[in-house]
């Protein structure tokens, strides 16, 4: 068996696996040292497994070593921890408390609220599903009370949730970054207006929402005290310095974005500490907390780069490429594939599981049709946020339907998600035909 064949094979054996929800670190693992096992010990044409253990465990060994040494990928240990610091420290929860006074006498306004509150968190975090968990133990009592339809309450913070992919920093374009070897201070940058965009438009279908069924959203007739508005603003300022340091220094050249998330860590922890709203006690529970996290996105990224490697040495990306150039293809037509192709995947596999699974195969075909890396980044990323509120997986989806417990039904929460896929589509569809909106503030420096 020749060795494109043989990267193919393994690219649908990791599918099945993943599919039926065996954990990815192992699968990408695995495949791939046994499919590089298979490419040293049928060189040749001759089957002799005897040469072909020292190679492939140089191979695995190598790949894990390479990304666990890289720079770059100490920016997410710092982020994950930002978040969790955060979130303890009470600074998350403001966001949503000064957005939830200043909203809740429009239509919708505490939906709105917690849209707006997981754009905040995003801004500090970078994880979708941390965002999804924290904001909807927050918001969806919090609505729920008030009387909003469990479909709104529910899929208004799933979806908000989603914002952590985009808006940056995120994780996920860490890794996108990491593996196509793009800056990531521009990927930051660039999904900025496109987070936003997409923020507005969950905004429009709240509104939209409240506006004709106008029991689905009603108000909070408690009346607000005495400058409540002004003490919810200032009461936010942490969370407005600390998106001022990550954006405004990478913005400024101020700082690289590693350099930001360890200055925002250090900053929130002296914050929440000075405040009195976070204890040696609660600071180690978030560091705990961080540690956990990073090491199974380590775990899984590692094992990602022992897959890219085994891709590389099979050499069925560039064949792939080929084959997909031999068709002659526009590059509309060839996004449109892509689109397509995330979007099937995103029914049935997480987000990371996808971003390391295609990019060796999808990358050659972008880079063949002169594409900009930074630009199909956001695109890519938007997809995967897509994903997160997609049928049957969904996971934000079922973030919620935990955090909601009883309750509420998980098709219930899916199927008032379906009006802010709708909305998704619509805000991709903008942003693949008109990618300035994702180089505007790059442009800009």
């Known amino acids: ?31 791939a040292s046994i499919g ?3 490419v040293f010990a049928t060189r040749g044409g001759n089957w002799m497994p005897e040469r072909a253990l020292n190679p492939t465990s140089s191979m695995v060994v190598n790949s894990f070593f390479e990304l666990i040494h890289s720079y770059d990928l100490s920016m997410i240990p710092l982020f994950v921890a930002l978040g969790n610091i955060a979130y303890h420290a009470g600074i998350t929860t403001r966001i949503y408390n000064s957005a939830n006074v200043w909203l ?15 754009a905040g968190f995003s801004a500090i975090s970078g994880s979708s599903v941390a965002c999804a968990s924290t904001m909807g133990r927050i918001c969806v009592p919090e609505m729920l009370r008030l009387g909003y339809d469990r ?84 009461a936010s300022w942490p969370a407005v310095l600390l998106f001022g340091v990550i954006i405004g220094g990478i913005y400024g050249g101020i700082f690289t974005a590693t350099e930001a998330a360890a200055i925002s860590v250090v900053l929130t922890a002296l914050i929440g500490l000075v405040q009195r709203t976070l204890g040696l006690r609660q600071l180690w529970v978030a560091i705990r907390t961080s ?39 526009s590059p509309l037509v060839l996004m449109l594939f892509i689109v397509i192709l995330y979007l099937f995947l995103g029914m049935l596999l997480d987000p990371v599981g996808i971003i390391v699974l295609t990019l060796p195969f999808v990358i050659p075909l972008v880079e063949h049709m002169h594409m900009d890396l930074i630009w199909f980044g956001v695109i890519v990323v938007k997809l995967l946020e897509i994903g997160l509120i997609t049928p049957p997986v969904g996971l934000n989806v079922f973030v919620i339907g935990s955090v909601a417990g009883r309750s509420v039904k998980v098709d219930d929460i899916f199927s008032g998600v379906l009006r802010f896929l709708l909305m998704d589509i619509v805000v991709l569809a903008l942003l693949v035909a008109f990618p300035i909106i994702s180089t505007l503030i790059l442009n800009g420096l």
Do not use: H
């Open 1 to 31: 068996m020749d060795p494109s064949s043989i990267s193919l094979y393994g690219f649908a054996l990791v599918v099945l696996l993943l599919a039926i929800r065996v954990p990815i670190a192992f699968v990408l693992t695995g495949v």
């Open 36 to 38: 590089t096992f298979l």
């Open 104 to 118: 809740r006498g429009l239509p919708g306004g505490v939906g709105i609220a917690s849209v707006v509150g997981c």
């Open 151 to 234: 479909r709104l309450a529910t899929a208004s913070v799933a979806a908000g949730g989603t914002l952590g992919s985009l808006i940056p920093p995120s994780v996920l374009f860490i890794l996108y970054g990491i593996f196509t070897e793009t800056s990531i201070s521009k990927l930051f940058l660039a999904g900025i207006l496109p987070g936003l965009l997409t923020l507005a438009g969950y905004v429009v279908v709240i509104t939209w929402w409240a506006a004709r069924n106008p029991n689905a959203a009603p108000l909070d007739p408690a009346p607000l005290p005495a400058g409540a508005r002004r003490q919810a603003a200032i």
């Open 291 to 329: 540690l956990e996290q990073t090491a199974a996105i380590f775990l899984i990224a590692a094992s990602a780069k022992i897959f890219v490697s085994f891709v590389a040495l099979t050499g069925a990306a560039a064949l792939v490429a080929e084959w997909v150039a031999g068709m002659d293809l």
